[in-house]
């Protein structure tokens, strides 16, 4: 069984922090299952957070996996084919990366791609992170589903909360087949460590974690260094080992 995990938020709130601080401790501590990390995020921070350099993306290639194809083709199955000549694999982990859907307008085509291929490629793995884009439309796509958890990250301010309660009642509403729904606080430091933790309770969250603000992940972020190669002591690290193990990867 493939254990599935999404980071989603508010932008600017830390999402990609965690997604790569979590794939950080999977790498380190559990030698035995098999990690998959995608980049769902037009935007494409992940790669960078996980000191990688990515030179083709599922958005590149996906008009030229399907040029000059006649029109009853299946042009879902022929570019699941051409997937893996953009997977990046590494020792410890392979790191899938969806890039910029081409083109303005509707992305329709762009999330059902997106949505087949979590469907059928994370399949092949025991641990899937997901980074998912800022805000919701992943979520009322139905492109993420059926999730075995699903990580809200919510800074200091009230827009960060409220978005994490509408990303969680909209989940209520479309009924997408997630376990467990929990948000994390980020960036807290010791003056609103109680308010935000108290106002997160009273909105019905259930806490997986309190993320201190760290000056040496912000160091490292502002230099544009991986974010993967943060030393043991860094809070932000210690903080994200406890969320792993809350939910237990």
Known sequence: MTTKIAITGKGGTGKTALAALLIRHIVRTDMDHVLLAVDADSDTNLPEALGET???TVGDIRETAIEGLPPDADKMQV????????????PRYDLLVMGRPDGPGCYCYANNLLRGIMDKVTENYDIVVIDTAAGMEHLSRRIIRNLDYLLVVTDGSRKGLSTAE?????VGELDLGFKQIYVVLNKVTPANRDSLTKHASELGFAIAGTIPFDTMLAEYDLEGLALVDLPDESEAVVETGRIAELIGV
């Open 79 to 90: 570019l699941e084919s051409k997937i893996y000549e953009v997977l990046i694999e590494k």
């Open 166 to 170: 509408r990303i969680r009642d909209l």
């Open 54 to 56: 990515v030179e083709m």
